[in-house]
């Protein structure tokens, strides 16, 4: 279902965070960026994402930003990243086209007021089983009248703009429209009930632990398995139902095609700082021992 056609079946707040996606919003006096996200599915094209999970130095998000990417996951629930770390990234990242988001697990629920404060553009839950999680998660991420986000006055997240008593008429309908409320299907429950997942209003993406997910089915890492397909497919469909986007784990080129075609508007290239990292060094050592060893050089 197209976004804009989905309108006409929603509220009045639902029905105006559409327009400020698409653009058609009352202009908001700050300097902040649209989401990345946003943007990409406006144009028509896939919103492409990769992951830290180490590195943090205020020169990554332009290497991230010069590689081609839309957005960045930081991952909290497997790194390590302390919240003045992820401040600094979400500063760095605002310098960029690159929209960051904050992957944390769903015991960490409480943090996501302080981490969305420091301008991160989105934040994604890990392990959610049902709707009632989901829209606890809505709640802590959504302003009202959708859910029941704190205000805090000038900061990263507002650009240092003030807004006063302007808050909810002015900024808050901006960051309900533009900040990216993400719930992960990592288990059958989960799977079970993403229909009714995808239905809670401030959901705004449903994304999948491809190894947690395909370990749960009995197929683990076996991604071309149908059982795992098949869990991909419901997800996609009921994301595209209810008019939210679907984020895919792509792990091969033909898997980002696949997943396009099922409707994923959102995809996650395979691996992270870590292994992007990792190959790289390990190509160009073993390029160099090659060589090396051809010309008769003892090698490791």
């Not at 401040?87 to 629920?109: C, E, N, P, Y």
């Not at 997942?197 to 398995?225: F, K, N, P, T, W």
């Not at 009921?238 to 396009?260: D, F, M, N, P, V």
Request: proline share 3%.
């Amino acid at each position: 279902m197209d976004f804009a056609q989905d309108a006409a079946r929603r509220g009045p707040n639902e029905a105006a965070l559409l327009d400020f996606r698409n653009g058609e919003g009352r202009e908001v006096d700050t300097v902040m960026k649209d989401n990345s996200i946003w943007r990409a599915v406006r144009e028509g094209r896939a919103a492409l994402g990769t992951g830290l999970k180490e590195f943090a130095s205020r020169g990554v998000p332009w290497i991230i930003e010069a590689s081609g990417f839309d957005y960045c996951m930081i991952d909290h629930e497997h790194g390590a990243f302390d919240l003045e770390t992820i401040a600094d990234l979400a500063g760095w990242f605002q310098a960029t086209s690159v929209s960051a988001m904050v992957r944390i697990h769903k015991s960490f629920t409480c943090l996501i007021p302080a981490i969305l404060d420091q301008g991160i553009m989105g934040i994604q839950v890990s392990e959610v089983d049902n709707a009632a999680k989901a829209r606890a998660i809505a709640l802590e991420a959504k302003y009202p009248p959708i859910g029941n986000r704190g205000i805090s006055g000038q900061g990263m997240h507002t650009g240092y703009r003030g807004y006063g008593a302007r808050h909810a008429s002015d900024y808050a309908p901006w960051a309900n429209a533009n900040i990216i409320t993400c719930v992960s299907i990592e288990s059958l429950e989960g799977l079970e009930n993403v229909e009714a997942i995808a239905a809670v209003q401030g959901i705004d993406m449903i994304a999948y632990g491809h190894s947690d997910l395909s370990a749960r089915l009995g197929v683990h890492l076996q991604l071309e398995h149908p059982t795992f397909k098949a869990a991909v497919r419901r997800i996609a469909e009921a994301c595209a139902a209810h008019g939210k986007l679907a984020r895919g784990s792509a792990e091969t080129e033909a898997q980002i095609e696949e997943y396009w075609r099922l409707g994923c508007k959102v995809l996650n290239l395979p691996g992270n700082d870590v292994s992007t990292y990792l190959d790289g060094l390990k190509a160009r050592a073993g390029r160099a021992h090659a060589r090396l060893k051809s010309i008769g050089v003892p090698t490791p």
